[in-house]
């Protein structure tokens, strides 16, 4: 055998025994309900009590009842047996609804925590995961848990219990014919992990599987339009077909894998119990057991071969939850770049607005070896309005990341009033900053939710003003339910222009000290832009503002002009220095004015 050979089957085994580990996950949500844990074991330990009890009995109708002269401890024998049914049938259906209900809050709680860490995370995160797959580790995952925690896991306890609970009995019955059984157990066990694993492992692959195929149909279903704009709607269902196949058959493989394990252990168990059988019918015909004793060792058995079956089955979809819980703990694992520091300073107060950026150079970790921003500098006085122009490309929207702080720059620093904003808690950093981008975000919620989103606390009245400053109020006035009409996914039912207006108003709510307008006024036409621009003015009187813009009309009032090529600032001025200098400015200035 080969070094390499060798590494990887250690490789494998190494994966293999890491597979267990990630339903360690549950372990501290379970403890958050401990005392419904507990009573859920305890009515599994009366239910399983209670079912050890019947073969007791019937060895002594066997061996003591069946005569005239005994009806009457025929009768008590049946009555005991009713009452133990009794108490079977409450434990029972008190173990299902403790444990299953059990597993519907852990499992809610996973779900609020699996989301909640998603949020946290890091925009260089976002640049390189599926949508959709996050969202299937979210759904499908979580419910794939939610099945082992409740029924499996409840199966399995029960299952367990009575098998060790049938073992000891069998042993206290016979210890001869337990030896027989004790032979039997690794002939069984030893197919049970070792099937288990591939199971783990072909539920592992199919979970992959349908997670890549819902992305894509997240990606599609998110761009209905332009799928229905240039006619391939046959090309994505058979895209969408193929992926839904391959996670078929990696479900196949799956199921496969699970059936032949059941089989194999129903058959192992069942005959145990036939071998056991024939050997104390052996016994009772020599005179050294009573039948009475032989059917009550059976019984013992057969619960326990029972047992022993039904955990097979359960084991294979316990597998499964595994995998499920392997990709959520892997989520889960994922850390987030920006984070705040230990000991955050804390930003000035009264708040200022004041920006700098000092030699900041930076790449985009999915494009490392690309160069966006390149050794910028510039400051912003509080109050003063600075536009940024220049090609597409040349790094303005970038300015606002790192800003926003979504990334750190790879070298020199950015402050805000005066603090490093590496040092500051990027929350206290961001509820500072009003942001209007170029694609406005707009979600299935009311007209008022979407612009509350700029401040959670304003009221209906901040509400209103907002949008009647952002022109909103012009169109709400002609949808049915006013500020409450439900505006679908995207704010598919609203023109660019609207979703713009609507991003505007949010930015007006937030009321902050730093405002950043990236192309704000892009999708409106000239009317609109006209009024917005009038909203916009008012509204960067008394605070800080950075502009980026194409349209170079819309920054002939700022302050200064900051002029971006190829992630560097090439020129910086007003609009008539920039204008007589004849540099870039002057060429895109003279291009759209011309063209005007």
């Known amino acids: 055998m080969s070094a390499e050979t060798a590494s990887d089957q250690s490789a494998t085994a190494a994966a293999s025994r890491r597979n267990l580990r990630p339903l360690r996950l549950l372990i501290p949500y379970v403890v958050r309900y401990r005392w419904r844990a507990a009573a859920a074991l305890v009515a599994l330990l009366i239910a399983s009590v209670a079912t050890l ?84 580790r979210l759904a499908a995952d979580t419910t794939q848990m939610k099945s082992a925690v409740g029924a499996s896991v409840s199966i399995a306890l029960r299952n367990l219990v009575l098998f060790f609970g049938a073992a000891v009995m069998m042993v206290i019955t016979s210890p001869r014919l337990s030896l027989f059984v004790l032979l039997a157990i690794p002939v069984i066990v030893f197919p049970l992990v070792a099937f288990g694993r591939a199971v783990r492992r072909r539920s592992r692959t199919a979970q992959d599987t349908l997670a890549d195929a819902s992305a894509y149909a997240a990606e599609l279903i998110g761009a209905t339009r332009i799928l229905h704009a240039f006619t391939n709607e046959t090309m994505a269902a058979g895209r969408f077909g193929a992926a839904v196949e391959r996670a078929f058959q990696a479900a196949l493989q799956s199921i496969k894998a699970r059936a032949v394990l059941t089989a194999i252990i129903i058959f192992l168990a069942t005959g145990s119990v036939i071998t056991i059988l024939w050997v104390g019918a052996q016994d009772v015909i020599a005179g050294d057991m009573t039948p009475g004793r032989l059917g009550q060792f059976v019984l013992f058995a057969v619960f326990a071969a029972s047992g022993l079956g039904q955990l097979s089955e359960v084991w294979g979809e316990i597998s499964q939850a595994a995998g499920s819980a392997e990709r959520l703990a892997e989520l889960l694992a994922v850390e987030p770049e920006i984070r705040a520091p230990a000991q955050p300073v804390a930003l000035p107060m009264p708040p200022r607005g004041e920006v700098m950026f000092d ?238």
Do not use: W
């Open 359 to 596: 030699q900041v150079s930076f790449a985009y970790p999915t494009r490392p070896d690309t160069t966006v921003l390149d050794g910028v500098s510039f400051a912003v006085k509080p109050g003063e309005k600075i536009a940024i122009v220049g090609p597409s490309g040349a790094g303005k929207s970038t300015i606002f990341h790192l800003l926003l702080r979504f990334y750190d720059p790879r070298r020199g620093r950015i402050a805000f009033d005066g603090v490093n904003i590496d040092q500051a808690d990027p929350a206290e950093l961001r509820k500072r900053i009003a942001l209007v981008p170029q694609d406005s975000v707009v979600f299935a919620a009311s007209v008022r939710d979407n612009i509350r989103f700029g401040r959670l606390d304003a009221t209906d009245a901040e509400v209103a003003r907002a949008a009647e400053q952002a022109l909103v109020s012009e169109f709400i006035a002609r949808m049915p339910q006013g500020f409450d009409t439900q505006i679908g996914e995207r704010g598919i039912t609203l023109s660019g222009g609207q979703r713009q207006r609507i991003a505007i108003a949010r930015a007006i709510l937030r009321d902050a000290p730093l405002l950043l307008l990236d192309e704000a006024t892009s999708s409106l036409d000239a009317g609109s832009e006209r009024l917005v621009q009038e909203a916009l003015s008012r509204l960067m009187q008394d605070r800080t503002t950075l502009v980026i813009a194409h349209r170079l009309a819309t920054v002939l009032s700022c302050d200064r002009i900051l002029v971006l090529d190829q992630g560097r600032i090439v020129e910086q001025g007003t609009h008539a220095s920039l204008s007589a200098a004849g540099g870039l400015y002057a060429r895109l200035a003279r291009l759209q004015f011309e063209a005007a």
């Open 53 to 136: 009890v019947v073969p007791i009995a019937f060895r002594r109708m066997i061996d003591f009842g069946f005569s005239a002269d005994r009806i009457a401890l025929i009768n008590q024998y049946f009555s005991v047996m009713l009452a133990i049914a009794a108490v079977l049938a409450l434990a029972s259906a008190a173990r299902y609804y403790l444990v299953t209900s059990l597993g519907e809050r852990v499992v809610a709680d996973l779900r609020e925590t699996v989301f909640a860490h998603i949020t946290r995370l890091s925009s260089s995160f976002f640049d390189q995961a599926k949508t959709g797959e996050l969202v299937s």
